[in-house]
């Protein structure tokens, strides 16, 4: 069920002119004292409006030279990632162009031609037998060489971030 006034709209036109309360009609002050839906909407509306006031009077407008300046900076950087768009479209274009025209060469190489390049290359490296020792040593040098690798990917990493921001 909902409740109305006939002189609601009487009330908000007083609020919204900005004569509620003082300079308004005392039989519209004494309908707003004895009707409680108009007195609640005089509250509310009241307290909506007095919030936009200070709103309105609080808020920090940038000069018309600030914002045209961030209208020319937006408008730069806007067409520089316009610009940007069909370079990058055309490289993945190319590089999924070169990764199958790679994959369609090596399936077109016969089987046996590969099994001959294998065994070309293999007769090329060096046969060296390991030994325990050896393998020992390797193993103890590996947490060094990862440790030296992760730690220079960490110092160069943030470098490389910043310098790919600008």
């Known amino acids: 069920m909902t409740c109305e006034c006939v002189r609601e709209q009487d009330v908000l036109d007083a609020l919204t002119a900005g004569r509620w ?9 004494a309908h707003v004292s004895d009707c409680a839906i108009c007195r609640d909407l ?22 018309a030279g600030v914002m045209w300046w961030r209208a020319q900076l ?35 190489i016969p089987a046996e031609s590969v099994a001959e390049w294998r ?16 393998v020992s040593r390797v193993t103890a040098i590996f947490p060094l060489v990862v440790f030296l690798v992760v730690g220079g990917w960490l110092l160069l990493a943030p470098i490389v971030y910043l310098a790919g921001e600008e």
């Not at 309360?21 to 002050?29: I, K, S, T, V, Y």
């Not at 005089?42 to 200070?54: C, I, R, S």
């Open 42 to 63: 005089a509250d509310v509306a009241g307290a909506l409006m007095a919030e936009q006031d200070a709103a309105w009077h609080d808020a920090r407008v940038p000069s």
């Open 119 to 134: 065994a070309s290359a293999a007769a090329l490296l060096p046969h060296v037998p390991f030994t325990m020792s050896e």
């Open 74 to 108: 937006r408008a730069r950087e806007d067409a520089a990632r316009a610009a940007g768009r069909p370079v990058a479209f055309i490289q993945g274009v190319a590089a999924s162009v070169a990764v199958w025209l790679v994959l369609a060469l090596f399936r077109a």
């Open 21 to 29: 309360p003082a300079r308004c009609d005392d039989d519209l002050r």
